[in-house]
């Protein structure tokens, strides 16, 4: 299986709410990143933040990152409905290798 | 192209058939990856090349399973004498390295019956 998990597996909010997922993870890491899929689609690069951040930002989108706990933080604030999608973290192991989380199903109801 | 093509997008296929998936990443990326994915799930890591040397290919299910980028960039995923449980999305996705942001394509969806 894959290393680390994200949660909630499934998140329903009303437009206009902040989402929050958060993702764990086990070994070290150089950078951790997020990815958006819609309907079954191809995966979208969201945001990437280093192990030496804590904190990035991209539009609505804030990352966080707690190297001492091993986990990190999406939040998307003011949803939209065309944010409904599957979220994932990924992270890569010391190969090479980018391994993804189970994800978030996020819905956000107009 | 603009950005990572799959071909083809649909395969339904006969068990024990073998079938072959193409990716041809965006041009100049060094790394890219085979992925597949099950309904509802993350995507599942099964190989990746930098250049034309496999780096890893520990995700491979089985020997029914190889993949090859002779030429450091198209990619080919081949599976020999499918079963039904080989039914999914597979998914390529390429990088400059392997430390960024991988482009995905839309992927293949392999159906054995």
């Known amino acids: 299986s894959q290393q680390g998990e994200e949660d909630p597996q499934a998140l329903s909010i009303q437009e206009g709410e902040n989402a929050t997922m958060n993702c764990s993870y086990k070994?070290?890491?150089?950078?951790l990143q997020w990815y958006r899929q819609n309907s079954g689609r191809g995966l979208v690069h969201l945001i990437l933040?280093?192990?030496?951040?804590r904190e990035k930002h991209s539009g609505r989108l804030r990352v966080t990152l707690d190297t001492s706990k091993k986990s990190s933080s999406l939040l998307i604030t003011a949803s939209r409905a065309a944010d409904t999608a599957s979220y994932f973290c990924?992270?890569?192991?010391?190969?090479?290798?980018?391994?993804f989380g189970q994800g978030t199903e996020l819905s956000v109801k107009p | 192209g603009a950005g990572v093509s799959q071909s083809p997008r649909y395969k339904v296929t006969k068990r024990g058939q073998d079938v072959a998936l193409r990716c041809d990443p965006i041009?100049?990326?060094?790394?890219l990856y085979w992925y597949r994915q099950a309904l509802g799930q993350g995507p599942e890591f099964l190989t990746y090349?930098?250049?034309?040397?496999?780096?890893?290919k520990s995700g491979l299910p089985n020997d029914r399973f190889s993949a090859e980028r002779p030429e450091g960039s198209i990619s080919t995923l081949t599976i020999q004498r499918t079963e039904q449980r080989d039914s999914a999305m597979y998914r390529c996705?390429?990088?400059?390295?392997?430390?960024?942001?991988?482009?995905f394509g839309e992927g293949s969806r392999l159906t054995v019956l």
């Open positions: 996705a390429s990088s400059w390295g392997n430390t960024g942001e991988l482009f």
């Open positions: 070994t070290s890491i150089n950078n």
């Open positions: 933040i280093r192990s030496n951040e």
């Open positions: 990924a992270r890569y192991n010391q190969g090479g290798k980018l391994i």
């Open positions: 041009s100049g990326h060094v790394s």
């Open positions: 090349f930098n250049y034309e040397a496999q780096q890893d």
